[in-house]
């Protein structure tokens, strides 16, 4: 039987890597091999520095493009949702209130509300892929929302009988409106929020790699230049100065265009989305606390809290607190909603209809205790009156109330905009610009240090 072996590797025998790294340092001994290894990476810095440059701004100008046309608008769209389902419970309570005569008026807003709502959750369920706190809301509020509009359909029924069911109905639709369906809404227009602060620090987020690779360029650069003058005293290589002024181009453009376009979404996010927020709370704090009002006739005291109190009215009392402050006359308070959004403005075009919005709720927190006062003296219908009435009522007050709040809200979406239109504009060409640039700086280097090889032929 016969074996075969395998012969040994020659005794001295070295990698390839090991020689081509022998003859490089060969090379480098010489003047021309020399120059060869610093074009190389000089030619190599240029070209990373452009590379990370357009990785990284690409990078914050999808964050920006996010924000203004993907997380701000669901924020937006979540905040509504909200608005649409607390609309609609007041809306049912004024019109249990107005009786079978009045209930049409307040049907097509029921209504409208109702379908914005299922709209809005539509078409959040189709943006907000990945998310699965917004999934989970999302899924929470689609069950909850027909069981819901089902219990205003049986209250409304047995009104229209004359049955007191009607009102132990709505109590229940009340209540699941605040257990179930207001805090689904508001954990997603939570998640939505955490989505927009998310996008603002992407986009806000400096690009120290992109900088770091730009300075370590330019400094290649400038020792190459110095060394090339020390050697032949002569003050410029035009390739190397081309590679410079390239790269310095880049790092400048680098700079100023992450500068303004960090300091525009700031103020888009302080003076537009931070603004956005607040009202759309205030405007929450209005209509729980219209709807507590309109509960407060509804209910007559068969729902108390702990201590005995009405319910609905020390909902109402809570909400005016948060609201504006517990003040009858005045400014509002400093940690109200409508105190930050005055805060928050930074023109008078934003604080305008946020003192008009103010001085509303006054004149509603003097007419609601009009309305508390008769109905404590047993003048029910004088107390429907005031708060459902045409002229002179609560309705009206709060009906003003969300005017301002509206015309607020516009302002300040505008003004979220324009700024952030020029925080992402101002990253607008620099990705493309700073690969062109340093493919042309990465050139001139080259070229540069070829001249200097060819006086050596």
Do not use: C
């Not at 999808?62 to 769209?77: G, N, R, W």
């Not at 405007?283 to 407060?296: F, K, P, S, V, Y």
């Not at 905009?417 to 610009?433: E, H, I, N, T, Y």
């Amino acid at each position: 039987m016969s074996t075969s072996s395998v012969a040994p590797p020659a005794s001295g025998r070295r990698p390839a890597w090991a020689e081509g790294l022998d003859e490089l340092r060969a090379a480098a001994t010489t003047e021309p091999g020399r120059l060869r290894v610093i074009g190389a990476v000089l030619a190599l810095l240029v070209v990373l520095f452009g590379t990370v440059t357009a990785w990284q701004v690409a990078d914050r100008a999808a964050a920006a493009d996010d924000v203004v046309e993907h997380s701000q608008p669901l924020t937006a769209d979540a905040a509504s949702i909200y608005r649409s389902l607390a609309d609609a419970d007041t809306t049912a309570a004024g019109g249990f209130l107005a009786g079978v005569e009045g209930s049409a008026a307040t049907r097509d807003r029921y209504d409208r509300d109702i379908a914005t709502a299922a709209e809005l959750l539509a078409k959040a369920s189709r943006s907000s892929g990945g998310s699965d706190d917004a999934g989970e809301q999302i899924a929470r509020l689609n069950r909850q929302l027909p069981r819901y509009t089902g219990l205003v359909e049986t209250a409304r029924a047995n009104n229209r009988q004359g049955l007191p069911l009607g009102g132990a109905y709505l109590r229940y639709a009340n209540e699941r409106m605040r257990t179930e369906l207001l805090p689904a809404a508001r954990a997603l227009y939570d998640a939505e929020t955490r989505r927009l602060a998310a996008d603002y620090a992407d986009a806000e987020a400096r690009p120290w790699a992109a900088v770091a690779a730009g300075v370590a360029a330019v400094g290649a650069l400038g020792w190459a230049q110095r060394r090339h003058y020390r050697r032949t005293n002569r003050v410029f290589n035009r390739g190397l100065v081309a590679a410079t002024t390239a790269s310095v181009a880049v790092l400048l453009w680098l700079v100023a265009g992450h500068v303004v376009a960090r300091a525009e979404l700031t103020a888009s996010y302080a003076h537009g989305a931070r603004s956005l927020r607040v009202l759309n709370e205030a405007r929450i704090d209005a209509l729980q606390a219209r709807g507590d009002e309109n509960l407060t006739l509804v209910a007559r005291g068969a729902v108390l809290t702990d201590d005995q109190q009405d319910f609905y009215e020390a909902g109402f009392r809570s909400g005016m607190k948060d609201l504006a402050g517990t003040g009858d006359h005045g400014a509002a308070a400093a940690g109200s909603r409508l105190g930050r959004a005055l805060a928050l403005a930074d023109d008078e075009a934003g604080r305008d209809p946020v003192r008009e919005a103010l001085t509303q709720v006054r004149q509603w927190q003097a007419r609601h205790a009009q309305a508390r006062a008769s109905d404590e003296k047993g003048d029910y219908d004088r107390a429907l009156a005031k708060v459902i009435g045409a002229d002179g009522s609560t309705g009206e007050s709060f009906d003003r109330v969300a005017a301002g709040l509206q015309k607020a809200l516009v302002h300040e979406q505008g003004e979220f905009r324009s700024a952030a239109d020029k925080g992402r504009g101002a990253l607008g060409g620099l990705p493309v610009g700073a690969g062109v640039l340093a493919a042309l700086g990465a050139l001139g280097a080259i070229l540069g240090i070829g001249r200097r090889l060819a006086e050596y032929r």
